[in-house]
Nanobody, 127 residues
Framework: VQLQASGGGSVQPGGTLRLSCTAS???????????MGWFRQAPGKEPVFVAH????????YYEDSVKGRFTISRDNAKKTVYLQMNSLKPEDTAVYYC??????????????????WGQGTLVTVSS
């Protein structure tokens, strides 16, 4: 499975971006069994958890600093997971990575629990 992240860019504080992550080399049926996550890595720091969505989309989890501002969602027919980011702050500046967690689902906030990773997309929030 290959994950392709896109949608990053430069925005001013308070701005909005929507990241997308599309799976290739995987059928719609296979993708629909994956839980999906987003992590981010700020310059000079370790990657940290941002958001997670279960395979069905029925449950979502967020890092505290993004709750109420970011929304993770998925479209299994398009084999794509999204991260809607509103009210962006300079501290959101990072490379954002999407990740896939196969059954038996060892991920959520645990980076090592994910099985596949995308290449990352850069988000810069600056005035």
């Amino acid at each position: 499975v290959q994950l392709q992240a896109s949608g990053g860019g430069s925005v001013q504080p308070g701005g909005t971006l929507r990241l997308s992550c599309t799976a290739s080399a995987a059928s719609e049926g296979t993708f629909s069994t994956y839980a999906m996550g987003w992590f981010r890595q700020a310059p000079g720091k370790e990657p940290v958890f941002v958001a997670h969505i279960t395979w069905s989309g029925s449950s979502t989890y967020y890092e505290d600093s993004v709750k109420g501002r970011f929304t993770i969602s998925r479209d299994n027919a398009k084999k794509t997971v999204y991260l809607q980011m509103n009210s962006l702050k300079p501290e959101d500046t990072a490379v954002y990575y999407c990740s896939a967690d196969r059954p038996p689902y060892r991920g959520i906030r645990l980076q090592s629990g994910y099985d596949y990773w995308g290449q990352g997309t850069l988000v810069t929030v600056s005035s």
